[in-house]
């Protein structure tokens, strides 16, 4: 496998951010290489938690710090998904890793989840806060197709520089080839979910993340195939606010697709279908929002449900 190289144009230009970045990078490149070398897998991931639990706390507090010194506006949006990652995506990484004890497939989700949380997260919210992408607040338009595309290809120039070219903003399912799909969940404060139905040809998703960690491209396997739903919701997350959103969302449900899956899905009525092409691949983009029911009490039903196994489609 070839080395994962932290690409210096990413930089941000600070310092001790940027160092940290290329480090973290470094840490996840090994544990790819170690993972798909057949090394001990178990040693691998326990070193790589207890390096990445202590050292992610230490860099998140140097960001943090910087965000403050800047007084930069997005910080406490910010700021909750680090704690959110420590917190809550570690532990539960963790958590898979010793209830299967370690098994190929859970190590393989374990590196496969680093490495699209980071890739997302440093491509979009960390450029956010010196400027070089941006967060808007675009709020109550999704039903405007204009507005929608423009969202979609600004997050996926902020994630994989590319555009993203709306070529059919009437999408009616039709195959567009070997890809990831994925649908999200996610209940809002205001008792409405929203849901996304989503596409990535193969080539764009392996050439796109190949292209951020400074190869031509990735090979199609597990652990590429765990990052694109980390990915697909950083991609959401940095839409420009489009679906009224000031902190990041709880994500109440993830499923990793079949190609019949998201047809059968697809069926269900979306009423904002979009199919996008870039230079290396198509990008399908559905979106519905409705209400959900309540609980005596009142309360919103959350479902905290993560079923399917990501796989490539062909």
Same mark, same amino acid.
């Given at each position: ?31 790819? #290489? ?50 959110? #990652?420590?917190?809550?995506?570690? @532990? ?10 370690? @098994? ?87 008792? @409405?979910?929203? %849901? ?33 739903? %980390?990915? #697909? ?61 309540? %609980? ?19």
């Amino acid at each position: 496998m070839e080395k994962v190289v932290w690409d210096d144009q990413y930089n941000l230009g600070v310092e001790v951010i940027d160092k940290a970045h290329a480090k973290l990078f470094r840490i996840v490149g090994k544990l790819m #290489f170690l993972v798909n070398s057949g090394e001990n897998g178990e040693s691998a991931c326990k070193e790589g938690l207890k390096y990445l639990e202590n050292y992610t706390m230490k860099h998140f507090f140097e960001e943090e710090a910087y965000m403050r010194s800047i007084r930069y506006k997005e910080y406490g949006r910010h700021k909750k998904i680090h704690d959110d #990652f420590r917190n809550k995506t570690l @532990s539960a990484l963790k958590w898979n890793l010793e209830s299967e004890g370690y @098994s190929p497939a859970a190590v393989q989700r374990f590196v496969g989840t680093l490495l699209g949380w980071l890739t997302g997260h440093i491509m979009t919210e960390d450029q956010a806060i010196v400027g070089k992408v941006t967060v808007k607040k675009i709020y109550d338009r999704s039903a405007e197709i204009s507005i929608v595309a423009r969202a979609v290809n600004r997050a996926m120039q902020d994630v994989f520089r590319l555009d993203a070219k709306l070529v059919d903003e009437d999408y009616n399912g039709r195959n567009v080839g070997s890809g990831f799909y994925c649908r999200l969940d996610y209940d809002m404060d205001d008792g @409405s979910r929203i %849901q996304l139905l989503l596409g990535v040809e193969e080539q764009l998703l392996l050439k796109g993340v190949g292209m951020l960690l400074g190869m031509p491209a990735l090979r199609q396997d597990r652990i590429v195939e765990q990052a694109a739903i %980390q990915i #697909f919701q950083m991609l959401f997350g940095h839409m420009g606010r489009l679906f009224r959103i000031d902190t990041p969302p709880e994500l109440s449900r993830e499923d990793m697709l079949t190609q019949a899956q998201f047809r059968e899905d697809f069926m269900k009525r979306y009423p904002c279908n979009l199919l996008f092409e870039t230079r290396v691949g198509h990008f399908i983009f559905c979106f519905r929002k409705k209400r959900i029911k309540s %609980q005596a009490a009142g309360g919103a039903v959350k479902n905290t449900e993560r079923s399917g196994s990501a796989r490539c489609i062909s």
